[in-house]
């Protein structure tokens, strides 16, 4: 089937990924991945109107809702490292978050399947998370549920964002 409008019918994986490409968590349960381009706008007036226009994007504004964002990819955007201790059936996971520590970069990559065997897939290349990371304890449960943040332009590749339609499913990059 040649390439078309894409007709998503959802959200299929979410890769969180270091910036150097080492470390990759899978999302499993993940709902929404947004992003929204940051534009810069400039006018130039002549002759008493308006005679020029310019626009760039300067960043892009990312948001994801998750159903419980695993303790390795929440060690990956926010840089901080989990500890294993113990063994089964007493194994222990801990990320300690430490206040006054920067953030560091990474990327997501998000993958929409679509109605034929097509796919779509956002790469956002230099996040960082600028937003409060949203959790809950319900249902018996903790959730990590919100996550938001900006990628800026990566100064290697040159570009902020790629979004590329599939015309056969492919799998998102590992790195």
């Known amino acids: 089937m040649p390439l078309s409008s894409p007709r998503p019918f959802g959200l299929n994986q979410v890769k969180i990924v270091s910036s150097d490409g080492s470390d990759v968590a899978t999302l499993d349960v993940s709902r929404v991945l947004g992003w929204t381009p940051r534009m810069l706008t400039g006018e130039l007036t002549g002759s008493d109107r308006l005679a020029e226009v310019a626009s760039f994007i300067e960043a892009a504004e990312w948001?994801?809702?998750?159903?419980?964002?695993p303790l390795d990819a929440l060690a990956i955007m926010t840089g901080f490292t989990v500890s294993d201790s113990g063994s089964t059936p007493n194994q222990v996971r801990t990320l300690p978050i430490d206040a006054g520590t920067a953030m560091p970069y990474f990327?997501?990559?998000g993958k929409?399947?679509?109605?034929?065997?097509?796919?779509?897939?956002?790469?956002?290349?230099?996040?960082?998370?600028?937003?409060?990371?949203e959790g809950?304890?319900?249902?018996?449960?903790?959730?990590?549920?919100g996550l938001s943040g900006i990628a800026v332009r990566d100064t290697v590749l040159?570009?902020?964002?790629?979004?590329?339609?599939?015309?056969?499913?492919?799998?998102?990059?590992?790195?």
Do not use: R
């Open 63 to 69: 948001s994801l809702e998750e159903g419980g964002v």
């Open 136 to 145: 809950d304890m319900s249902y018996g449960e903790f959730k990590t549920t």
């Open 158 to 175: 040159g570009k902020v964002l790629d979004i590329v339609q599939n015309e056969t499913a492919a799998a998102l990059p590992s790195s």
């Open 107 to 109: 990327k997501i990559y």
């Open 112 to 133: 929409v399947l679509g109605v034929g065997a097509d796919d779509v897939h956002i790469k956002i290349y230099k996040c960082k998370l600028t937003g409060n990371i």
